[in-house]
Every structure is written in structure tokens, then in C-alpha cells.
């Protein structure tokens, strides 16, 4: 007797009442109930289609069911779905060949993992056995994940909750690079790369520094790009200092700024990468914590105190080789890079168009539409404790009133991310930009309230 299928609504009522809506207040969870997704759309329990403008979470690189990946997937399942760490598979050996083609150079040793998140506890971990030293320097306007470690290194109110986590995981905070408010105005009101120049003085003063933490491309707080001077900069006092740098590239890398990964737009080599969401286009969750063999030379005659049961877990690993080949054969890297340009020149439009959007940022399929009250004051149409405190924000507006049109777009306090799937076309664009032009009315009314 076949098992009675449950309805859209009854999918969303038992998802709502017995699972954890995440970063979100729960009463005002009403989960969308998804039935199917393909290239650059999925489909609602009701039949409606929308485009995945912000690729999920910054993360499903090739679009919904890439046929390559799927069948990944299925042929990883039938030949070994799962051994310990401790043994090699043929789906490891591959994925780490085809990683020293792709990553920046240098990077040659891997540890893999299941999130970002988990990548980035290797990367800290890693960092204070290397360097005999605890602390980690982070920044403001950054995200690193939700476990304790990185949630501490994270610079956004997601780690407000947790406090003193910073404190207890050895972090100190230094400012974003933020060309747009930048954090260093009022001290340096030509400052150049001064907020590089803080993070030198912060490791001469504080002492004990392991490696600084940095999001080459900043990604869920603002897609903050950051001067052509910066990261050389950040690289060479890093070396100078005996710091380690680790590059987060979790939503920054595959493809996803017009390069493999951000990082290689300015010609810098991390002592440690860590990366995850577009490796495996998030058909299945794999995250890798990437050294150079200097780092990795030292644990041949130093215990490597780390580990978990699912490392490099076969089911994770054989759809990464997938996804990096199809990467490779559609060029989606270089496509991003041109379809970037196009996506520029349109936002850029709107900003002259709208008078509640304040700037307009990014570099290949990865943009921010950054809004505010004010175009000449900065300021901005909501804040971190609006967003804390669970006041209704102007761009969950604007996300909502788009969703209604068939266009789903992440929405974060005050900001826009415009990031679809590589393969996104050119009439898909410009679908999504409509949709983002008209709902920007609700923006700008709310602008022309505020000055009543």
C-alpha cells in the first residue's frame, strides 16, 4: 500500500512546529514548503516557479541538479558510501590532485570537512599548534560560522548571543575594509588601507598572535571588496610578523567572483584556505581546510590533534570531482567574470535610478545593493540590533515583495546580495533585476516617510 503523500501545507506546519528556524525569531516561521529546483529555479507546493537569484545561500554554483553531480551522487553511494578517515579512497586521491590545479598555488595540503564552519575550526586549531600561539584576529562585518570557535571569530550580531565568546576563544576584532563606511574615517579621513595598518599595530600590542582571520570578498555582511592595496598589504605584514594569514573563502571561492578564488584577484598566497558551499555546488556538504606544506611538514614529527568521524567522508568527496569538472568544461569562472560586468552596469543603474539605494559593489556573480536613508549621510535603513531586536526590516520588504514576482534574493540588515548560479543567463539577470527595480519602490517610499 503506498504512503499517502502530504500536502504543501502539512510539510510546512510539521517542519515549523519541530525543527529550529535558524537565525530568526520562531513565531514568525512559515516555512515555504520546496518540491523541486533545476538550473536556476525551484519549485513551491504550489506549482510556482522562482528564480534563485542569491544562489540559496551563495552556495548552489551550478544551478539545481547539475546531471553531472547527480550522477556523482548515486555512483559514490553504489561503490562506497562511507570508511573511517584513517584509509584512502579513490574519490580523496582525486579530489586532492585535482585541488592542486585550482587552488592558489601552494596550498597542498587538505583537511575536509562537512561546513565552512568545521573548516574553519581546522584552520584555528591548525594555526595555534603551528605557531605555538592562541590568538586569532578577526574583523567586524565578518562570518565564519556557528560553532564556537568561529562564531566567536564572527563580526556580525549572530555572535551577540554567545558573548564572551570572543573573549574565550582568543579573539580580538580589528575593522573591516568597508570603502563605503569606513570604519576609519573619523581618525584618518584619507585613509588609504589604514584598517590594514590597524591590524599591523594590533599584533605589535596584543602579542600572541596565531594568524589573522579575513574574508578576501566579505560575503554575508555586505560583499565588501577591498582596495587593490589591501590584501598585498595584509600579506606582507603577516609575513613580517610571523602571523599566519587564513583566507575564508567559503562564499567567496569557485567561480563566484570572476576568479577561482578571490584571493588570486590581487595575487596573494594564504598560509591556510578554507573554503566549502560552491565545491560541491551544496549538492552534498563538504567543507576543506587547505596549508602549505611548510605548515604541513610540521606535523611529521608534531601530533596532528584533530579529527572527526565524517573527514572526508566518500559521499562528500566523489561529487566534488563532479563539480570541479563541470566548472571546468562549462568555463563558468571565466563567465562569471564577463556576466559580472553586465550585472555591474545594470545595479549601477538602478543606483541612479533609486534614491534609497546607497552603493552598488562587487566583482563577478557576487554584488551587494547596500541601502539606505540617506544617499549622502550613509546611513543606513536598518541596523544590527533592528535586526536583533526582530523589527521589521526594509529589505525583508523588498526580498518579500520580489518573492511575490517569482524572485527569491538574501536580504541581510540593510543590504542586498545579488549572486545567482554561474550559469545563470543573461535574460535570467535581467528577470531578476526587474524585479529588484520594482520592488525598490517600497525602499525608496520608506525613504520619502523618513523625511516627512
Not at 214 to 243: A, I, Q, S
Amino acid at each position: 500500500m503506498a504512503e499517502e503523500k502530504m500536502t504543501a501545507a502539512e510539510i510546512s506546519e510539521l517542519t515549523r512546529k519541530h525543527n529550529f528556524g535558524t537565525w530568526r525569531f520562531q513565531k514568525s516561521w512559515n516555512p515555504m514548503t520546496v518540491v523541486d529546483a533545476e538550473g536556476c529555479w525551484f519549485t513551491d507546493g504550489a506549482g510556482k516557479k522562482y528564480l534563485d537569484f542569491s544562489s540559496q545561500l551563495m552556495c548552489v554554483n551550478l544551478g539545481h541538479k547539475n546531471p553531472a553531480v547527480v550522477e556523482a551522487i548515486a555512483e559514490q553511494g553504489r561503490s562506497l558510501a562511507y570508511i573511517m578517515p584513517g584509509y584512502a579512497t579513490e574519490s580523496r586521491a582525486k579530489l586532492s590532485q585535482m585541488l592542486l590545479d585550482v587552488l592558489p598555488e601552494g596550498l597542498t595540503k587538505f583537511f575536509f570537512t562537512t561546513s565552512g564552519t568545521e573548516a574553519n575550526e581546522a584552520a584555528f586549531k591548525i594555526a595555534r599548534m603551528y605557531t605555538g600561539k592562541n590568538k586569532i584576529v578577526a574583523r567586524y562585518r565578518s562570518y565564519h560560522g556557528s560553532t564556537a570557535g568561529s562564531i566567536a571569530a564572527t563580526g556580525d550580531p549572530r555572535r551577540w548571543a554567545m558573548e564572551p565568546a570572543g573573549k574565550l576563544h582568543g579573539v580580538v576584532f580589528a575593522p573591516e575594509v568597508n570603502c563605503f563606511r569606513c570604519p576609519m574615517k573619523h581618525t584618518y579621513p584619507e585613509c588609504g588601507v589604514a584598517c590594514a595598518d590597524y591590524i599591523e599595530h594590533m599584533i605589535v600590542n596584543e602579542s600572541d598572535v596565531a594568524a589573522v582571520l579575513v574574508e578576501p570578498v566579505v560575503g554575508t555582511n555586505g560583499v565588501l571588496v577591498p582596495p587593490k592595496e589591501y590584501m598585498p598589504k595584509l600579506r606582507d605584514l603577516c609575513t613580517r610578523h610571523g602571523v599566519l594569514l587564513i583566507a575564508d573563502e567559503v562564499m567567496s571561492g569557485w567561480g563566484r567572483t570572476g576568479e577561482w578564488f578571490a584571493v588570486n584577484h590581487w595575487g596573494v598566497k594564504p598560509d591556510i584556505l578554507v573554503t566549502a558551499k560552491g565545491i560541491t555546488t551544496a549538492a552534498v556538504p563538504l567543507g576543506l581546510c587547505a596549508t602549505t606544506q611548510k605548515i604541513a611538514d610540521y606535523f611529521n614529527d608534531h601530533y596532528f590533534s584533530h579529527g572527526h568521524t565524517y573527514e572526508a567522508h566518500p559521499m562528500t568527496l566523489g561529487p566534488a570531482v563532479a563539480t570541479i569538472r563541470e566548472m571546468q568544461r562549462m568555463k563558468l569562472v571565466d563567465r562569471s567574470r564577463e556576466l559580472g560586468e553586465y550585472v555591474g552596469k545594470k545595479l549601477q543603474a538602478l543606483k541612479a535610478k533609486h534614491v534609497s539605494v546607497g552603493d552598488v559593489r562587487g566583482l563577478g556573480l557576487f554584488w551587494a545593493v547596500d541601502l539606505v536613508q540617506n544617499q549622502e549621510t550613509k546611513q543606513p535603513l536598518n541596523t544590527m540590533s533592528d535586526k536583533v531586536e526582530g523589527k521589521v526590516l526594509v529589505v525583508d520588504k523588498v526580498a518579500g515583495e520580489m518573492m511575490k514576482n517569482g524572485v527569491t534574493i538574501q536580504a541581510w540588515i540593510s543590504h542586498l546580495v545579488v549572486a545567482p548560479p554561474l550559469i545563470v543567463t543573461r535574460e535570467e539577470i535581467d528577470l531578476g533585476i526587474a524585479a529588484l527595480d520594482a520592488a525598490l519602490k517600497i525602499a525608496d517610499d520608506h525613504v520619502a516617510e523618513l523625511k516627512k
